[in-house]
């Protein structure tokens, strides 16, 4: 049983590009979150999707970032127009229930030059 | 706004003693805390967790303890071990909402 898959683990991207960042959930967990965690900074979250629904983005940026989970396929973060200060670990995680907690993936790590 | 804080960064501690990390929350409406490990270049793992119905949770060398009046946890690891060195991070949920609120991390050195 595979736990939380993201990809690429190392992003680099120069300055005005776009970002791609993919996350498949654990086999049976319909809940995705999505956190950054900047350097010497604690996880903020971000974004929290079910299948094809955004439940909570209060905590996305208003311009550039964007984040889907289809009916098919992985759950993707998407930065347009990345920036330096876009450069942090993407942690997306899953959960069926929250008692059981999340579970994280690896993280991507962007890096915006 | 930081409704969960760790306001100690880093904390070393000698093998086989007691390793106590501290998280205070703000937000009252919290009434599950959890506790998250995080070594180098991967996520982080879950760890132990407690609601708030409870003021104590123990599995083997893990303790959370709950002070609800003074919106307080703390972690206890007792023996410390080598292996337990990591960044540590509590987090807390309100009722009925899957998104967990963060705190910023301590990082725990056990010294062989």
């Known amino acids: 049983n595979a736990g939380v898959m993201q990809n690429p683990r190392h992003l680099v991207r120069r300055r005005g590009q776009e970002a791609r960042l993919r996350c498949s959930p654990m086999k049976g967990h319909s809940h995705v979150y999505w956190y950054r965690q900047l350097p010497e900074e604690g996880l903020k979250f971000m974004v929290y999707?079910?299948?094809?629904?955004?439940?909570?983005e209060s905590g996305m940026p208003k311009e550039r970032f964007s984040a889907e989970f289809p009916k098919e396929g992985p759950s993707i973060l998407r930065i347009q127009q990345v920036v330096r200060g876009d450069s942090a670990a993407y942690f997306c995680?899953?959960?069926?229930?929250?008692?059981?907690?999340?579970?994280f993936g690896s993280g991507t790590r962007l890096t915006v030059v | 706004d930081q409704q969960v804080k760790q306001n100690s960064p880093s904390l070393s501690v000698q093998e086989g003693r007691i390793s106590i990390l501290n998280c205070d929350y703000t937000n009252s409406m919290f009434d599950y805390f959890l506790w998250y490990k995080k070594y180098p270049a991967e996520g982080p793992t879950f760890l132990i967790s407690?609601?708030?119905?409870?003021d104590k949770n123990e599995d083997g060398r893990f303790t959370v303890f709950l002070n609800k009046s003074a919106k307080h946890l703390s972690l206890h690891i007792v023996p410390s071990q080598p292996g337990d060195s990591a960044v540590y991070f509590c987090a807390a949920s309100v009722a009925g909402a899957n998104n967990l609120f963060f705190g910023t991390g301590t990082r725990l050195t056990v010294i062989p």
């Open positions: 995680a899953s959960s069926s229930v929250i008692q059981e907690g999340y579970t």
């Open positions: 999707l079910q299948k094809e629904n955004i439940i909570d």
């Open positions: 407690i609601s708030s119905i409870k």
